[in-house]
């Protein structure tokens, strides 16, 4: 019976998805193109290899989180606290390490380190009923003092090479993070698209009391959103630890604002029930093209923050737009 709702509901017809392409997708590929030809006439180390793979290499971190945050903000959620868990998978993945386990078991501590913070931020905004925005801004705050108070502040340096080369390896002259970041982007989307599971996240994030009503386990779902959230954040520091060699306290500062004006720019709504992994994606992608024109250009670290504040204000504005219509 709730299968048999969620086919029927507006949010799963193939027209949904045609429309998001056409109307969303689309006009940003065509804008990032657009960008990418005017940084060749502005720089011409833009179209270097080695500047394309590094643009590359920036998004597939925060790729990855986007995966996580465009499920949570489809189901009418986010997570402020991505940003440090992130260091915080890294942290536990080097401490692990520092004790003489193996890689293997470094990365899955880190993971499901970084899984239980995000089931425990699940459980009380579904069970405890505590607003999203309080409890992982708390949650940010929690989780960054955690990586102080274990690393001293100091990080974690000179980690194993049988680590590091987790990140660090090259396949046809792309990185490992690279590699990851598209197989997780091409699953994510085709799970998002086709997968009836995860289209339950629409219906949720279309009406939660609706879908609750519709037989849907809304609690269940959202908590397993968060557990996701900080598992992929997780990921995503660890393969920053792996790439740096080693796991900086203040790693993942900031990703969290980053990452959700990436969504929203790609047509994820925060207000629910909208989204895709594609436009995400490329929304990752505008972000990363930005900061790099900076950095070619030789624009200052000061106008790059307000610049990227004035992005994530202007990705909520689309949003407020979108709803009106």
């Known amino acids: 019976m709730v299968i048999k709702n969620i086919n ?13 392409i056409i109307f969303e997708e689309l ?8 960008i990418g030809v005017v940084l060749t006439f502005l720089s011409p180390n833009f179209l270097n290899i080695q500047n394309i793979t590094a643009v590359l290499l920036g998004a597939s971190f925060d790729s990855l989180i986007a995966v996580s ?4 903000l489809i189901s009418g959620g986010f997570d402020l606290s991505v940003g440090s868990i992130a260091g915080f998978g890294g942290v ?56 102080y108070i274990i690393t001293r ?33 091409i699953l994510a989307d085709i799970f998002f698209r086709k ?48 790439r740096m060699g080693g796991a900086v306290s203040t790693a993942g500062m900031g990703m969290e604002l ?5 969504c929203v720019i790609g047509g994820c709504s925060l207000s629910g029930g909208k989204g895709t992994m594609l436009g995400s994606f490329l929304g990752v992608i505008l972000m990363g093209l930005v900061s790099n024109a900076f950095n070619l250009l030789g624009v200052s ?13 202007f990705a909520v504005l689309i949003d407020v737009l979108r709803r009106r219509d």
Request: zero cysteines; proline letters at 2%; a positive charge.
């Open 27 to 34: 006009p940003l590929l065509i804008f990032i193109i657009v």
């Open 301 to 313: 670290i000061y106008w790059q923050q307000a610049v990227m504040g004035g992005i994530l204000l």
């Open 69 to 72: 945050m465009t499920l949570l």
């Open 195 to 242: 997968s009836v599971f995860f289209r339950q996240y629409y219906f949720i994030g279309g009406n939660e009391e609706s879908a609750r009503l519709s037989g849907i386990k809304v609690d269940f779902l959202k908590i397993l959103a968060y557990v996701i959230s900080g598992a992929m954040a997780a990921l995503a520091g660890i393969l920053m630890a792996a």
């Open 8 to 20: 029927k509901n507006k949010f799963f017809k193939k027209n949904y998805y045609k429309r998001s």
């Open 92 to 147: 536990m993945a080097g401490k692990m390490l520092v004790y003489g386990l193996s890689p293997f078991v470094a990365v899955i501590v880190g993971i499901l380190s970084g899984a239980f913070v995000g089931l425990i931020n699940g459980y009380i905004i579904s069970k405890i009923k505590i607003n999203a925005l309080i409890t992982t801004l708390a949650m940010l705050n929690i989780i960054r003092g955690t990586i």
């Open 153 to 185: 502040g100091l990080g974690i340096s000179n980690l194993p090479d049988n680590f590091n080369i987790i990140a660090q390896k090259k396949f046809f002259t792309f990185q490992t993070p690279i590699i990851i970041m598209l197989v997780f982007i």
């Open 258 to 262: 980053r990452v959700i004006a990436a």
